[in-house]
Structure formats: C-alpha cells, structure tokens
C-alpha cells in the first residue's frame, strides 16, 4: 500500500512560483511513475504533468516551461515546481502513482492506483 500526502499549496499572485510536494509513505521515487493532476472548480479533472519511474517527464501543453517535476530519492518525495502562475492554474492539485519501471507516463487519471487528497492552489490576478 502507498499512501500519498500533498503539501505546498496556497495563494499566490499571477505570476509566482509555488512548489507543491508529494511525500509518499513506502518507496516510490525509482519504481512508481507519479502524476500530477488538477482540478478547478466546475471542471474536469486534468493531467498536468507526471514523471515515469525511470525519470522520464512529460507535461500538458498548458504548463510546459513553466512547471517542472522532479524527485527527491532520499525524501522518497515528488515535486511539482510551478513557476510564471496565471489564474487559469488555480484548483486543487493532486499527485497520484502506479508501480512501473518504464518510461511511462500515464495521462489517464484511470491508470493511478494510489491518490493523494489533493492541495489548493489559488492564483490572483
């Protein structure tokens, strides 16, 4: 069982930085690929980027150059650095993860087995 807690969220103004983090309570960071995902208020839940169990990253139009996920091994942790914030990045963030040891990266929200209770995130213009 894998048990993930987000942390990080917080109002912020258009264009800050925030770093949202996602601890996980068993040994994640090499053999579980993790995702980002988000959710405004009214709307779909979405993909905002994720990093395979390899180290492979991949984003939502949306974000790249903007937003970067990386991991702590040691902290067994993933970070989503979210840097240039708009309004239109307000919602609630949640990390999710799936054991694999490739360089996949699901977008699908179906794919996850294990979910976080999710972090807000508001940007003010």
């Known amino acids: 069982q894998v048990h993930l807690v987000e942390s990080g969220g917080g109002l912020v103004q258009a264009g800050g930085s925030l770093r949202l983090s996602c601890a996980a309570s068993?040994?994640?960071?090499?053999?579980?690929?993790v995702g980002w995902f988000r959710q405004a208020l009214g709307k779909e839940r979405e993909f905002v980027g994720g990093?395979?169990?390899?180290?492979?990253?991949l984003y939502t139009d949306s974000v790249k150059g903007r937003f970067t996920i990386s991991r702590d091994n040691a902290k067994n942790t993933v970070y989503l650095q979210m840097s240039s914030l708009k309004p239109e990045d307000t919602a609630d963030y949640y990390c999710a993860a799936s054991w694999s040891q490739s360089d996949y990266v699901a977008e699908f929200g179906g794919e996850y087995d294990y979910w976080g209770q999710g972090t807000q995130v508001t940007v003010s213009s």
């Open positions: 990093i395979s169990g390899t180290g492979t990253t």
């Open positions: 068993g040994r994640i960071v090499d053999s579980y690929a």
